[in-house]
T-cell receptor, first 113, second 115 residues
Framework: NAGVTQTPKFRVLKTGQSMTLLCAQDMNHEYMYWYRQDPGMGLRLIHYSVGEGTTAKGEVPDGYNVSRLKKQNFLLGLESAAPSQTSVYFC????????????FGQGTRLTVV | AQSVTQLGSHVSVSEGALVLLRCNYSSSVPPYLFWYVQYPNQGLQLLLKYTTGATLVKGINGFEAEFKKSETSFHLTKPSAHMSDAAEYFCAVSPVGGATNKLIFGTGTLLAVQP
C-alpha cells in the first residue's frame, strides 16, 4: 500500500522555468492538498481539492496552479519559477476533510536558482 | 482569524525525561486539534487528534495531549523520552463549521533527545 506518492523527490530549476509536481494517492480519498514548508514558518496551504474536478486556493496560491482531473492525482504547477519558491513541497490527502487524518507524501525539495 | 502558537521552536530533553511541547490556539469556538510528527526527510504523520469527547487524548508512541478549553491549550506530553522521539512536532487546528475550512499548522517544535 503506497499511500501518498510524490514525484519527483528533488529538483533544481532555473528562474523562469516551469515544472509540474505530481501527487498520487491510492486510498480513494476525496480531499487532497498541497503545502509548502519553509524554516520557521511551518506548513502553509497552497491549494486544495475537495473532489475530482475541483480546486480551491489556500493561504499562498500566487505563482502556482493545480489540477485534479482524476480523483487519485493532484498536480501542482509552477509556470515561471522564482527563487522565493525554493521550498519543500508536501502533498497530503484525507478521506473527508479537515477534521480527518491527513496522510502526507515524503516531500519534494525544490531549489530555484 | 484562527491561529495556533507553539511555544519554543527547539526543545531538548534527556533520554528518560518528561517531554512537554506546548500548543495554544486562538478561537472563540474550540477547533479540532491535532499533533503531527515529522521525522527527518519524511512527511508528517498523525500522532493524535481531539475532536469531541474525552479531553485527554492518547496517541501513538506513548504520547498524549490534553485539551484545556479554559487555557485554549493542547499541550503534548510523553512521560519518558526515547532517542527515537527526536523529530519535529507540529500542532494544527481546524475550525469547526463555518466557511473557512482549513488545517492550520503551527511553526513546529524541534525535539532533541540527549543520551
Amino acid at each position: 500500500n503506497a499511500g501518498v506518492t510524490q514525484t519527483p523527490k528533488f529538483r533544481v530549476l532555473k528562474t523562469g522555468q516551469s515544472m509540474t509536481l505530481l501527487c498520487a494517492q491510492d486510498m480513494n480519498h476525496e480531499y487532497m492538498y498541497w503545502y509548502r514548508q519553509d524554516p520557521g514558518m511551518g506548513l502553509r496551504l497552497i491549494h486544495y481539492s475537495v473532489g475530482e474536478g475541483t480546486t480551491a486556493k489556500g493561504e499562498v496560491p500566487d505563482g502556482y496552479n493545480v489540477s485534479r482531473l482524476k480523483k487519485q492525482n493532484f498536480l501542482l504547477g509552477l509556470e515561471s519559477a522564482a527563487p522565493s519558491q525554493t521550498s519543500v513541497y508536501f502533498c497530503a490527502s484525507s478521506y473527508q476533510g479537515w477534521n480527518t487524518e491527513a496522510f502526507f507524501g515524503q516531500g519534494t525539495r525544490l531549489t530555484v536558482v | 482569524a484562527q491561529s495556533v502558537t507553539q511555544l519554543g521552536s527547539h526543545v531538548s530533553v534527556s533520554e528518560g525525561a518528561l517531554v512537554l511541547l506546548r500548543c495554544n490556539y486562538s478561537s472563540s469556538v474550540p477547533p479540532y486539534l491535532f499533533w503531527y510528527v515529522q521525522y527527518p526527510n519524511q512527511g508528517l504523520q498523525l500522532l493524535l487528534k481531539y475532536t469531541t469527547g474525552a479531553t485527554l487524548v492518547k496517541g501513538i508512541n506513548g504520547f498524549e495531549a490534553e485539551f484545556k478549553k479554559s487555557e485554549t491549550s493542547f499541550h503534548l506530553t510523553k512521560p519518558s523520552a526515547h532517542m527515537s522521539d527526536a523529530a519535529e512536532y507540529f500542532c494544527a487546528v481546524s475550525p469547526v463549521g463555518g466557511a473557512t475550512n482549513k488545517l492550520i499548522f503551527g511553526t513546529g517544535t524541534l525535539l532533541a533527545v540527549q543520551p
